[in-house]
């Protein structure tokens, strides 16, 4: 009996993806559960698993097709075996003056589509390429990343005319000139919300300085009890997450959206924290922030960078949001400018951690300092509500007991 595979519900407002890749081909054996393709919708990868043990029937759905809720894309003849491989009854005779097989060029048909179709493009050579897929196979990422370290194309044009000798350049890679790759549906999406986003927002950014020496002498004090107690490292992010709470409380229209020709205040404070993964950068929400301790912000911040990076974080972990921070610092950025999240009226940018010579009680001292930048809404929130905003986490992260006293 065969058992239609069909696209799951995606989440609420999604209702198409693309396939990214089938691991399994027709005829192959499969077990119920059974990872069988991946989606990639406009925000997050779904796995599709085999409702039932069997074999897989039929592929109707390549990769690179688009598909919506409900379609079907294969069949599993539910029960069935999958036929054994034949051998051959006698082994080839070896020839007597053996000569090597030179590298033909020509590609794996078991290949994913996507990853043949940039080696064939690009004339790749394939034995060269290292695959981490399922059973050592290429996946498209492979081939790009095999691209991007300047990875040699086959060895197929002709060599130049002997009387024309072809100049030798020092130092340029050979390869090819460009290298064209689609937009995955992610990047798709956040291209559009990013233009979206500058089109629809009145965005302005303001900057403040914070020295970090109280929260890291605070932070080198009890980190090592702190993750004997909780699990968990002690890091920047939940003080700042604490700060900023404290911070939306004194200032709510910043943890506010603009809905037609309202203003919502939000009551809650769910806070985004970007998070940089294989496929982009991904916002999950730490709900509740107000609700937690400064273990449950590290444990829930954690929990969602883990399933980021194992590609396995849902639509439901980026629902939402009233507020976003963003760590740039993480990546050694001094400064910048970062762009809302909408419908949310403000993003905290922090960034690194310089030494630098600042004025102290009239004396110059040696400071870890940090920029903050807030990027928001000036159509709902003003410029001294931003300032002062700022000024706020400043006062909280230069004296962390105040976000104990909630001060």
Not at 324 to 338: A, D, E, K, L, R
Not at 377 to 384: M, N, T
């Amino acid at each position: 009996m065969a058992i239609e595979i069909k696209v799951p519900e995606m989440g609420e407002s999604v209702t198409e993806a693309t396939i990214s890749a089938w691991t399994k081909k027709e005829g192959d054996a499969v077990k119920v559960d059974e990872v069988l393709a991946i989606l990639e919708t406009d925000k997050v990868s779904l796995e599709i698993p085999a409702p039932t043990s069997g074999v897989l029937k039929s592929i109707s759905k390549k990769v690179g097709d688009v598909v919506h809720v409900r379609d079907i894309i294969g069949a599993i003849e539910e029960g069935a075996v999958a036929a054994a491989p034949v051998s051959p009854s006698a082994p080839a005779p070896k020839s007597e003056t053996p000569t090597a097989q030179p590298n033909t060029g020509k590609v794996n048909e078991e290949l994913p589509p996507a990853a043949r179709k940039l080696i064939e493009e690009n004339k790749l050579d394939v034995t060269k390429i290292t695959g981490t897929g399922r059973n050592g196979q290429i996946t498209k990422e492979d081939v790009i990343l095999f691209m991007e370290k300047g990875g040699a194309s086959s060895p197929k044009a002709a060599a130049p005319s002997p009387e024309i000798p072809k100049a030798v350049v020092v130092g340029v890679n050979n390869g090819p000139r460009e290298t064209i790759v689609p937009m995955s549906k992610l990047r798709q999406t956040i291209a559009n919300r990013l233009v979206s986003a500058q089109h629809t927002a009145a965005i302005l950014t303001t900057f403040n300085e914070v020295d970090m020496s109280p929260i890291m002498e605070l932070r080198n004090k009890y980190k090592d009890k702190f993750k004997e107690t909780h699990g968990v490292g002690l890091g920047f992010m939940s003080l700042f997450t604490k700060a900023a709470v404290a911070a939306l409380k004194a200032y709510p229209a910043i943890n506010a959206e603009i809905r037609g020709t309202d203003i919502v205040y939000k009551n809650f404070y769910d806070i985004g924290v970007a998070v940089g993964g294989p496929k982009g950068l991904v916002v999950p929400i730490v709900r509740n922030a107000d609700l937690l301790s400064f273990a449950g912000v590290e444990q829930e911040i954690a929990r969602l960078a883990g399933k980021v990076k194992d590609g396995k974080v849902s639509l439901e972990d980026m629902e939402g949001g009233t507020f976003s921070i963003s760590n740039g610092g993480v990546y050694g950025s001094m400064m910048s400018t970062p762009i809302l999240n909408p419908p949310q009226s403000g993003i905290l940018g922090m960034h690194n951690i310089v030494k630098r010579a600042v004025v102290v009680n009239d004396q110059i001292v040696i400071r870890p300092m940090m920029y903050l930048a807030l990027s928001y809404d000036h159509r709902i929130v003003d410029g001294k509500e931003a300032v002062q905003f700022l000024v706020k986490i400043k006062e909280m992260v230069e004296d962390p007991t105040r976000l104990l006293f909630e001060v």
